[in-house]
C-alpha cells in the first residue's frame, strides 16, 4: 500500500562507513519522490530496490586507496595564495574557464606586479643580483668608455675584499677533479724584466679603479698645437709624416717635403721632387738623413744638414713606394706588386736581396730595435716576420686580419711583442709573440685602424695608442697586458687620421688627416730607464760616427 501511494518503506538507515558514498544515488530518489509526491514516476510503480548491506569498516588496504584518492583530488583543488594582499585588484582575473586538456595556474591569471609568490620550487628573482651570471659586468669590452671599466673594477675589488674577509679564494673552482698543472720549469720570456709571477698576477686582470680615473682625467680634450697641413694626400695606405730622434718633424704634402723644427718652431723646405708625388718618409737611425719613396718607385736620400740629396735608389719595380724602413745602412722598401727590396746604402750597386712577399701592395714596413727581425704588413690582410740576419723565407705568416694591415709597432719595452692593426673590415688590434709567431692577444677597436704606438703612463704602466679613420676619427689607448682602455679622445680629426707618431722621449704624439692639420697631443709619461741609454747616446751622438759607418754614395 505505501509503494502505491508513492510513499518509501521505512527502512533502517545504515551506518556510516567509508562506502556511505556508494548509496548517493538511492537517496538521492527518495529525496526527489518526498520533495514531488504529486508527480508520478516510472519508480513509482517499480517495487523498492534492496539495499546491500555495508560491512562496518572497510578493508586496511581499501582504506588506504581511499586516502590516496582524498588527496589527489586535494591537488586539484583551487590552491590559496600566499602572501595575497588585502587591497589585491581582481579585475584582471579572467572568469572564463580554462580550455579543455590544459592546466592553468593561479598565478598565470595575474601580471607579475600581483603575484608575491610564483612558485614553490622557484624563487623571484626580481631583485636578485645578476653578479657573475652577467659577462658584459663581469669583463667589459675593451672598447668601452673607460668609466665603464673603472665601475666594474670596482665591484670586482669589493669581491675581492669580501673573499679575503671570509678566507676564500674567488679563483678557486668549486668542481675540480684534476690537480693544477705545474709551473714551467723555465720563465716565459715575454717580458725580460718582468717575472713569470707578476704576469700571472697581471693577466687578465683589471686596473684598480683609482689608477684608471686618474688616468682618464689626465687624457686631453685639446690639442696642444694645431699646424697647417695644406694638400695634403689623402690616402689610407701613405706614410707621410715622422719624428726623427733629433726633434725635427718631417711631412710630405704632394711634392714637397717640409721639415718643422719641434724644439725652436721653425719649418723649412727640404725638397720638391718635380712632377712625382711624395708616398713614404722614412728617417735613419741617427736622424741625419730623410728617404722619400715616390709613387715613381724611386726612393730619394737626403741629407738633412746641407739640404742636398745623396742619392737615387732604383730597385727595377714598377709602381709606387708606400713604405721603407731604415736598418743601420739598409734600406728595405715595399713595392706595389707585394715585393720587398733590400739595398745597401754604402755601395753603388745597392740592391742586395729581392723578396716575394706578398701578392698585393705593401704598406707597412717596420724593423725591430735589436735589428734581428723586421716585419712587413701589405693590402692582402697578411702579416709577415722575417729574419733580418739572413733575409730568407719569412719566419711566420699571419693571416688573422681581414683588411688592409698598415698600423704595425715594436713594444720597446720587449723585443718578442709586436702589435698590428687592421684597416675598415677588421678593426682590431693583434698582438704576437715572434719568437713562437702565436697571437697572444686581441682587440676590437670597432674602427679602421692607421697607426700604432706604444707608450709608458705613470700608475697604469705600459700602454699602445691607436689612431683611427672611419668612423670615428678617435685616438684609444689601451693599457697592456690588461687590454683595459684607459682613455679616449673622440672625434680628433674631422677627417680620418691617416698618420700617428711619437715624439722622441715618448711623451708626444703627432697626428695628420685628411682636414688637413698636423695636431700634437700630450699622452704618456717619461719612461726613464727605458730612455736613459737612448738619451745618453743621443747626447753624445754629433753626427759624425753614424756617417763615418754609411758613407753614402
Known sequence: ???????????????????????????TMDNLRLANPGKRTLDTFLPPRKRVPMPKQAPPFLQALLLRLKSLLADFARPKLLHMPSAMPLARM?????????????????????????????????????????????????????????????????????AEACGLDVNSRILSYRP??????????????????????????SLR?????????????????VLDAPSIVDDFYLNLVLWSLTNLIVIGLEDAVYVWNASTGSVGLLCETQGSL?????????????SIGKDDGLVEIWDIETNSRLRTLSSGATGRVAAHCWLLHLLTQGSKEGSLYHSDVRVSSHLVGKRDAHVAEICGVEYRGDGQQFLSGGNDNMVAIWDARTLGDPLFQKTNHRAAVKAMAWCPYQNLLLATGGGTSDKAIHFWNTSTGARVNLIETESQISSLNWGYAKGTGYEVVATHGYPSNSISLFNYPTLQKTGEIVQAHD????????????????????????????????????????????????????GKLMNIR
Open 278 to 290: 711624395v708616398l713614404s718618409l722614412r728617417w735613419s737611425d741617427d736622424g741625419l738623413y730623410i
Open 1 to 27: 500500500m505505501l509503494t502505491i501511494l508513492g510513499l518509501p518503506p521505512k527502512q533502517q538507515k545504515p551506518p556510516k562507513t567509508p562506502f556511505h558514498d556508494s548509496t548517493v544515488n538511492a537517496v
Open 94 to 162: 579572467s572568469m572564463s574557464p580554462p580550455k579543455p586538456g590544459k592546466l592553468r595556474r593561479l598565478t598565470s591569471l595575474l601580471t607579475p606586479q600581483e603575484a608575491t609568490t610564483l612558485d614553490r620550487f622557484i624563487p623571484s628573482r626580481k631583485n636578485a643580483t645578476p653578479g657573475k651570471l652577467n659577462a658584459a659586468t663581469e669583463r667589459p669590452h675593451p672598447n668601452a668608455l673607460p668609466q665603464t671599466h673603472i665601475k666594474a673594477q670596482t665591484c670586482k675589488i669589493y669581491q675581492h675584499h669580501v
Open 180 to 205: 693544477l698543472p705545474p709551473d714551467r720549469s723555465k720563465p716565459l720570456d715575454l717580458f725580460s724584466h718582468i717575472t713569470h709571477d707578476t704576469l700571472r698576477k697581471t693577466s687578465g686582470r
Open 209 to 225: 679603479p683609482s689608477l684608471a680615473l686618474e688616468r682618464a682625467k689626465k687624457i686631453p680634450t685639446a690639442p696642444e698645437r
Open 495 to 546: 677627417s680620418r687620421i691617416l698618420n700617428g707618431c711619437l715624439s722622441p722621449d715618448g711623451t708626444t704624439l703627432a697626428t695628420v688627416s685628411g682636414d688637413e692639420n698636423l695636431k700634437f697631443w700630450s699622452l704618456f709619461d717619461y719612461y726613464k730607464q727605458a730612455r736613459a741609454d737612448g738619451e745618453e747616446e743621443l747626447a753624445s751622438n754629433d753626427g759624425k760616427h753614424m
